[in-house]
């Protein structure tokens, strides 16, 4: 699993799940202060979203949610 703090436009985001469909194992936690739409827009156009969970909050209650 893979926690990333920060997706803006969703190009590190698309990277990572690139990574974990290739590998079919994984999820990745994403979290933001801004909604990113565009990025939400992006990844489902990739059709990558199932191995996605982004919510929109401050970076370390998303690491503390990703642990959990």
Known sequence: NIVELGVRTGNSTI???SGLNRA???KLFSCDIDPCEH???YINSANL???WE???MIGTSCFLKALS
């Open 24 to 26: 079919n194992n994984g």
């Open 39 to 41: 990025a939400i827009s």
């Open 49 to 51: 979203s199932s191995r």
């Open 15 to 17: 990277s990572f799940l």
């Open 54 to 56: 982004f919510t929109q």
